[in-house]
């Protein structure tokens, strides 16, 4: 029997077939962890609200949870793990991973998105370039120190595509959550 499952959710406009997602689901599936892929719904932009994101993640964690009840994680790259972190917020899982969270991108703060991870309450990693544009480390520094259920992996000299630091990215949140679900 599975110890516990993950879904998986790529970046924006990403599908199931995103690299690291893959290598992510290979690696919790060594250790004994079901997981699924999923792509949200691709349009132009997100749906107001988010509402047709979160409602297809939904969808997919009741389905993935029925079929494997336990412990269950929520695993976003960037947009995915925004949607994924707004869920969370709401209805927390047992875990929460996010590969490079754009947490606030250059002249564009998103409270939305820091109010969200102030307010988690479940075991969540972030695992973040310190070179991302997009998610700077000061940003998710600050909410960590003020919420200890987050904690923050860096990868030196990464920015937000990973490139070749993807392989360390997968092997951390791989393991953190091998753990974190154990």
């Given at each position: 029997m599975p110890a516990g499952s993950a879904l998986l959710v790529p970046g924006y406009r990403g599908t199931e077939r995103q690299p690291i997602l893959l290598a992510i689901s290979k690696r919790l599936e060594a250790a004994g962890v079901a997981t699924r892929r999923i792509a949200l719904p691709a349009s132009a932009r997100p749906s107001g609200g988010y509402v047709a994101e979160l409602a297809a993640l939904r969808a997919a964690r009741d389905e993935l949870r029925?079929?494997?009840?336990?412990?269950?994680?929520?695993?976003?790259?960037?947009?995915?793990?925004?949607?994924?972190?707004?869920?969370?917020?709401?209805?927390?899982?047992?875990?929460?991973?996010?590969?490079?969270?754009?947490?606030?991108?250059?002249?564009?703060?998103?409270?939305?998105?820091?109010?969200?991870?102030?307010?988690?309450?479940?075991?969540?990693?972030?695992?973040q370039g310190d070179r991302d544009e997009l998610g700077p480390l000061d940003v998710l520094e600050r909410i960590?120190?003020?919420?200890?259920?987050?904690?923050?992996?860096?990868?030196?000299?990464?920015?937000?595509?990973?490139?070749?630091?993807?392989?360390?990215?997968a092997d951390v949140v791989a393991r953190w959550l091998a753990a974190a679900l154990a």
């Open positions: 029925a079929d494997h009840p336990g412990p269950f994680a929520l695993v976003g790259r960037s947009f995915g793990g925004r949607m994924c972190a707004f869920l969370a917020e709401r209805e927390p899982p047992d875990a929460l991973a996010i590969v490079g969270h754009p947490i606030s991108p250059p002249g564009r703060p998103r409270p939305r998105d820091e109010a969200a991870l102030a307010h988690i309450s479940c075991r969540t990693l972030i695992v960590a120190k003020a919420n200890a259920r987050v904690e923050i992996h860096v990868l030196a000299r990464a920015g937000h595509d990973l490139g070749s630091h993807e392989r360390e990215a």
